[in-house]
């Protein structure tokens, strides 16, 4: 028995060894079979097809005539892997046929020749297209099969590489490390529009090639950079860290046994799908066998081993800018001098996008050594690309051909210190120009003339505009300064030709909208007139599109306007307009980049109730308009495929769309198997999405087996926490669960172990952080520095742990505020008391550049991503108005002692400070000289949220600087912008505005109903124009002044006008009265209530808001979730409190988070019940004690049951593999 046993235990371990190190043998075996050139072609499986499918579709939009084949001679109806063909291209002419909005393709029939007598006409290639074809059905191994392709002509050749890129990158995969580099660039020139075009999620890539085989992936991944998300960048950089970690120096980046999970390739939907997350890991039979690249002789390597060296660098090309800082510090310096000053250099920071601020600073620093003198270093300006951003050098010693050079290099900056970088650069380049410079200055500026003052900019002719329109064209200006050379290249005044407008770029920004209503829409919509026409218009206002909407709806069908119009365009349609035209089938919708309003009016037209699973992957953005009644019918009837559809288009739902697919997929599973998820297999589990999964209830996530721990850990690793409210239970109960599922107690867990549990890491509540090792607590708190948001209720005592580990903020060093910094967001006394440093200014500022920008829109506290910030950028203004650090100049310190001694602001602070003008006091504003003010008004004016007091400092220096408020011009009251919130009614009636186009710009500002009226009446009186001649533009372009109009005078609207309108009055923010009436007008126009549907109700927005009690509660239930959550707050409580139960439910979590708390208190506890399920948050009845959510600090937690260890998982299946043995 002892000998049986030991055989057994021999036995298990041999097969042990021989899985970990199958993988590569298999790939080996591939190779070994014969040749290395000779690689044959890897197997393909059903879901190649739908890629190859969406990628070759993209050359049919292109224009591009596909090549004659001949008859498909495969069945593509069947769907059996197996059955699958080995050479792909016998699959080629059926996936052309299928391509709907692509022109019929030419086919070859057995009869080749008359075929090809017939078409020779309209396609004199046809016989070349043939010949290839025929070959390309003929070969055997890739490589072949490549040289074909590429000998093509243009046309055909797209969408041949298309189709076979997908296959192409899989042979990359499986053989890229072994195959002869010019196999290898053909393996990679045919994958690049893969590359270009994938999901952007987890990359799969060959296991550690050499450094020549990696330098050739390398110059294709550099090539397609732009098209790469964050998230490959930075896998992309790893990969080859661990690359030249085990080929180098024969180690790897964490032990084998604590070696971090990949994200599984299906852990983002039900299971490998076309065109999503893992649809390549399809395409391999073990794609997870490919990326072990961890030997098991290798060591772990060092925590901090150098890597980079001049080799490495030439090789990491682009991915260069995406190195963490610590990694920069330990390149040799003569190694990172040499390669600076090396032709290697020359694209390796051009076109990579924003650098974060840490890198750049760091690199620039170490760059500076390799240099005696800043001329010297800026002798090499085109080799600094974005680099150039972080120049930190001063500009008062560069000549005139240093400054244009390093202006040159700011194209893409996005960093703060950079906007003062242009703005100073501009300013001593004008310095040195005459009284009336020339066009060429205007043109060496590039993107930068956004940087000049409108002063400035009226310096110059509108000749000199318009001859520099290539340089003007790509910058992005603000409305007022595009104002100027918009008017310029006009031929006749007041009007605009379809061929100058599409030259103008960004200066499109200028043009009267007054102009553009003229423009026939014939000659903008044709080919390449298309493609620019999408260019200018992503640049223009509501108003502007509208105008030029409506030209062309006076020259073109309105069926043909829909089908063509380019994106910018398409949202600016109204439902009536798609109401008139001929969309009848999903197809049409395909591809498109429809609203929300537009995507739910369309589907009901189109499908209304009949919605297919099928439907789904072609709607693209339309999904936005799928209603939670159609996701129950699609899962009752096709469960796992629909769920699997939607969760390829997760990133176009939103919550109460995520939700509905969640609670009708988890009915349906657990009406067939009522204890489905406590006995849920490892594939099952597999099959959710992971978007779907966190809205488990915590009941069922606790109750997950210890089968699947492995699974439910590689989704939790990837998945976003963002659509659950900061206070669901389903967020402590998914943490506990990931917890348990390490299977130790917190204080024997890694910090690698901890790290896999990803966003839910930001989850653990600090009594449980406390229970971690030393070294490991250290490291989990400088992982949890990346966390988007801490829960209220956590911040004191993480920020207690911080400084009880790192020591107070005032002693951090530079490197360890760099490291730690978003901490400070924890504590805002702290941060406000933090002393000044020479380096403290930049690091707080780089801490605002790398937090995502918040959306326009008013987020509630419940999915709010991140902390309020207005403390960090009041101490930023105190650091940008008081400092006196070394990286001043004396001249600086001085203008900025005086400034805070005589308490006002100047010219070059104001344009420094941008936002944070918002925190000088009255007093300041009032002390500031008519010269500064005159200089800097149009900085000021873009501020909305100056105090009233600030607003009366402000409105008493346009009187001091401009003179009397009645006598100012309408350019004038452009640039004063927000600032003139701070005239009285009378004075605001006495504007001298004439044009909407004004109006439209001032109406983002924040004004009162008395205001709003004021502005009204004095527009009505200059241009004669009273409420019932208004039209749809006149609507359109008062923005939010349409509340200034009396309720008889919303009476008198035309029906016609306001219902074009509707959707633009529906985001004004009126008050109650006005909005009844604009109700009461809706109601003429689209009928009572209860029969709006959700599309209309999406587009009235706030008009929602002045519906009476009755009628509020007429809605049916499915258009709740579909009400603007702008609308929530401004409907009266007590109407409010008239919805029912269902109708509280049917709100969803966006539109439920916005009900006010004076709301909330009219609601009865039922009610209350039905907002919270609605929210997605337990219901606290008065009195009763509130039980464990995310806001709650629970006692510290073991993080496994001694019962359920992963030792005890683990041992389980080899018990039971010895047991057999023994027995056989």
């Known amino acids: 028995m002892q000998t049986l046993r030991g055989k057994a235990l021999v036995f298990l371990l041999l097969a042990d060894l021989a899985i970990a190190v199958m993988s590569q043998e298999m790939m080996g075996n591939v190779m070994s079979e014969g040749n290395a050139t000779m690689m044959g072609i890897p197997r393909m499986t059903p879901e190649f097809k739908e890629m190859a499918k969406k990628l070759m579709l993209k050359c049919s939009k292109m224009g591009h005539q596909p090549p004659?084949?001949?008859?498909?001679?495969?069945?593509?109806?069947?769907?059996?892997?197996?059955?699958?063909?080995?050479?792909?291209?016998?699959?080629?002419?059926?996936?052309?046929?299928?391509?709907?909005?692509?022109?019929?393709?030419?086919?070859?029939?057995?009869s080749r020749s008359a075929s090809l007598s017939n078409s020779s006409v309209d396609r004199p290639d046809m016989e070349a297209d043939w010949n290839v074809t025929e070959q390309l059905l003929n070969v055997t191994t890739l490589p072949e099969m490549i040289d074909i392709m590429k000998n093509s002509t243009e046309q055909p050749r797209c969408f041949m590489q298309t189709f076979i890129s997908p296959v192409a990158w899989s042979a990359v995969i499986q053989n890229g490390q072994w195959v002869p580099i010019e196999d290898l660039s053909k393996l990679l020139w045919a994958a690049k529009p893969y590359l270009e075009n994938m999901p952007p999620h987890y990359i799969h890539l060959p296991p550690s090639p050499d450094q020549l085989h990696m330098a050739e992936m390398m110059k294709m991944f550099s090539e397609v950079f732009s098209s790469l998300s964050e998230e490959q960048r930075d896998q992309i950089r790893e990969w080859v860290k661990a690359s030249v970690l085990e080929n180098e120096f024969?180690?790897?980046?964490?032990?084998?046994?604590?070696?971090?999970?990949?994200?599984?390739?299906?852990?983002?939907?039900?299971?490998?799908?076309?065109?999503?997350?893992?649809a390549l890991g399809a395409l391999l039979h073990d794609p997870n066998s490919l990326l072990d690249s961890g030997g098991p002789n290798r060591v772990r390597c060092p925590q901090r081993q150098p890597w980079l060296n001049i080799k490495v660098l030439r090789i990491m090309g682009r991915f260069l800018s995406r190195l963490p800082p610590q990694e920069v510090k330990t390149i040799p310096s003569e190694e990172l001098c040499q390669f600076f000053r090396s032709q290697s250099v020359s694209h390796s920071f051009q076109r990579v996008g924003a650098i974060k601020a840490s890198l750049g600073r760091t690199l620039m620093s170490r760059l500076k050594t390799c240099f005696s003198s800043t001329q010297e270093l800026l002798q090499h300006t085109a080799s600094l690309g974005s680099l150039a951003c972080f120049y930190d050098g001063g500009v008062s010693s560069l000549n005139k051909t240093m400054s244009k050079g390093l202006l040159s290099q700011l194209e893409e900056c996005q960093n703060s210190a950079s906007k003062k970088l242009k703005r100073q650069l501009v300013s001593k380049l004008f310095s040195s120009a005459?009284?009336?410079?020339?066009?060429?200055?205007?043109?060496?500026?590039?993107?930068?003339?956004?940087?000049?003052?409108?002063?400035?900019?009226?310096?110059f002719s509108?000749?000199?505009?318009?001859?520099?329109?290539?340089?003007?064209?790509?910058?992005?200006?603000?409305?007022?300064?595009?104002k100027n050379p918009g008017q310029g290249p006009a031929e006749d005044p007041g009007e605009i030709s379809s061929s100058v407008l599409l030259s103008l770029g960004t200066v499109a920004r200028g043009v009267a909208s007054s102009e553009l209503q003229t423009l026939p829409g014939e000659e903008l919509l044709r080919g390449e007139e298309r493609e620019r026409l999408e260019r200018v218009s992503q640049m223009m206002s509501t108003l502007q599109r509208k105008a030029l909407l409506k030209g062309m709806r006076s020259s073109v069908n309105v069926s043909a306007l829909v089908l063509s119009v380019p994106a910018p365009l398409l949202s600016s349609l109204s439902l009536s307009t798609l109401g008139r035209a001929r969309l009848t089938s999903i197809e049409?919708?395909?591809?498109?980049?429809?609203?929300?309003?537009?995507?739910?009016f369309l589907l009901k037209k189109i499908v209304g109730r009949k919605l297919k699973h099928q439907h789904l992957r072609m709607l693209g953005q339309a999904i936005q308009g799928v209603t939670c009644e159609m996701i129950d019918s699609l899962i009752q009837n096709e469960t796992m495929e629909s769920v699997e559809a939607l969760s390829q288009s997760s990133g176009w739902l939103d919550k109460t769309q995520i939700g509905c697919a969640a609670r009708q997929l988890f009915h349906t599973l657990e009406q067939n198997r009522t204890d489905y998820f406590s006995s849920i297999t490892k594939e099952e589990l597999q099959s959710i999405p992971a978007t779907v999964l966190i809205h488990l209830p915590a009941q069922r996530i606790q109750g997950l087996p210890v089968s699947v721990c492995g699974v439910f850990l590689d989704k939790m690793a990837a998945v976003s926490l963002s659509c659950l409210p900061h206070s669901s239970s389903s967020r402590s109960a998914l943490t506990q669960r990931a917890l348990d599922c390490l299977g130790k107690n917190l204080s024997e867990v890694s910090s690698e172990e901890v790290q896999s549990l990803g966003p839910l890491l930001c989850e653990l509540p600090p009594p449980q952080l406390r229970s971690l090792a030393p070294e490991v607590l250290n490291s989990t708190l400088l992982e949890l520095t990346a966390c988007p948001y801490i829960p209220r209720s956590y911040r004191a005592q993480l920020?207690?742990?911080?400084?009880?580990?790192?020591?107070?903020?005032?002693?951090?060093?530079?490197?360890?505020?760099?490291?730690?910094?978003?901490?400070?967001?924890?504590?805002?006394?702290?941060?406000?008391?933090?002393?000044?440093?020479?380096?403290?200014?930049?690091?707080?500022?780089?801490?605002?550049?790398?937090?995502?920008?918040?959306?326009?829109?008013?987020?509630?506290?419940?999915?709010?991503?991140?902390?309020?910030?207005?403390?960090?950028?009041?101490?930023?203004?105190?650091?940008?108005?008081?400092?006196?650090?070394?990286s001043s100049t004396a001249g600086q310190r001085r203008r900025r002692r005086e400034a805070v001694a005589v308490g006002s602001p100047t010219s070059d602070l104001i344009e420094e400070l941008g936002g944070g003008n918002v925190f000088w006091s009255p007093a300041q504003l009032a002390n500031m000289s008519c010269e500064t003010f005159t200089a800097s008004s149009s900085q000021l004016g873009e501020i909305r949220d100056f105090s009233d007091e600030q607003l009366a400092a402000l409105h008493q220096k346009v009187i001091e600087a401009l003179g009397p408020v009645g006598q100012l011009n309408e350019s004038q009251v452009l640039e004063l912008g927000c600032v003139s919130q701070g005239f009285s009614a009378q004075e605001l009636r006495q504007l001298n505005i004439s044009t909407l186009d004004t109006l439209e710009l001032l109406s983002t500002c924040r004004w009162t109903q008395a205001q709003r009226r004021a502005v009204w009446q004095g527009?009505?009186?200059?241009?004669?124009?009273?409420?019932?001649?208004?039209?749809?533009?006149?609507?359109?372009?008062?923005?939010?002044?349409?509340?200034?109009l009396e309720p008889e005078e919303i009476r008198q609207l035309s029906n016609d006008s306001f219902r074009e309108a509707a959707e633009v009055v529906g985001y004004t923010p009126c008050d109650q009265p006005q909005l009844e009436s604009f109700k009461r007008k809706a109601v003429l126009v689209f009928g009572e209530p209860q029969s709006w549907?959700?599309?209309?109700?999406?587009?009235?927005?706030?008009?929602?808001?002045?519906?009476?009690?009755?009628?509020?509660?007429?809605?049916?239930?499915?258009?709740?979730?579909?009400?603007?959550?702008?609308?929530?707050?401004?409907?009266?409580?007590?109407?409010?409190?008239?919805?029912?139960?269902?109708?509280?439910?049917?709100?969803?979590?966006?539109?439920?988070?916005?009900?006010?708390?004076?709301?909330?208190?009219?609601?009865?506890a039922e009610q209350r019940k039905g907002l919270a399920d609605a929210l997605g948050v337990a219901y606290i009845r008065a009195g009763e004690p509130s039980s464990g959510g995310s806001q709650s600090s629970p006692a510290p937690q073991t993080g496994g049951s001694t019962s359920h260890t992963m030792r005890g998982i683990l041992l389980k299946p080899l018990l039971l593999l010895v047991l057999g043995l023994m027995l056989d």
């Open 462 to 482: 509108a000749q000199a505009l318009a001859s520099t329109l290539p340089s003007l064209s790509r910058t992005p200006w603000s409305a007022a300064q595009a």
């Open 1019 to 1044: 527009f009505k009186e200059r241009t004669g124009m009273c409420a019932a001649q208004l039209e749809e533009l006149d609507i359109v372009g008062l923005g939010q002044f349409i509340c200034g």
């Open 250 to 278: 024969n180690c790897t980046h964490s032990s084998p046994a604590q070696r971090p999970k990949r994200p599984h390739p299906w852990s983002m939907g039900a299971k490998p799908t076309p065109g999503g997350p893992g």
């Open 68 to 110: 004659a084949m001949p008859e498909p001679a495969y069945n593509s109806s069947v769907e059996e892997e197996e059955m699958m063909p080995q050479n792909p291209f016998s699959l080629f002419s059926s996936l052309l046929s299928s391509l709907s909005s692509s022109p019929p393709f030419p086919t070859l029939t057995s």
């Open 434 to 459: 005459d009284a009336f410079p020339d066009p060429e200055l205007l043109e060496s500026l590039g993107s930068a003339v956004s940087a000049l003052p409108l002063s400035r900019l009226t310096r």
């Open 1093 to 1164: 549907s959700e599309g209309q109700v999406t587009s009235l927005g706030n008009i929602l808001a002045g519906l009476e009690a009755a009628e509020l509660r007429s809605l049916t239930p499915s258009v709740f979730c579909f009400i603007k959550a702008s609308a929530i707050p401004l409907i009266p409580p007590t109407h409010l409190a008239a919805l029912s139960v269902s109708q509280l439910q049917a709100l969803g979590p966006d539109n439920a988070a916005m009900v006010t708390e004076a709301q909330r208190a009219e609601l009865g």
């Open 799 to 886: 920020f207690s742990m911080v400084t009880d580990t790192f020591g107070q903020p005032s002693d951090w060093s530079e490197e360890d505020m760099m490291s730690l910094r978003p901490f400070l967001l924890l504590d805002n006394s702290t941060l406000r008391t933090l002393p000044n440093r020479p380096w403290l200014r930049s690091s707080l500022s780089d801490l605002i550049d790398s937090l995502p920008a918040l959306s326009s829109t008013v987020v509630p506290e419940e999915f709010r991503p991140r902390p309020d910030l207005s403390t960090l950028r009041w101490k930023l203004f105190v650091l940008t108005t008081r400092e006196d650090g070394q």
């Open 588 to 600: 049409q919708l395909e591809g498109r980049k429809w609203t929300r309003a537009q995507s739910a």
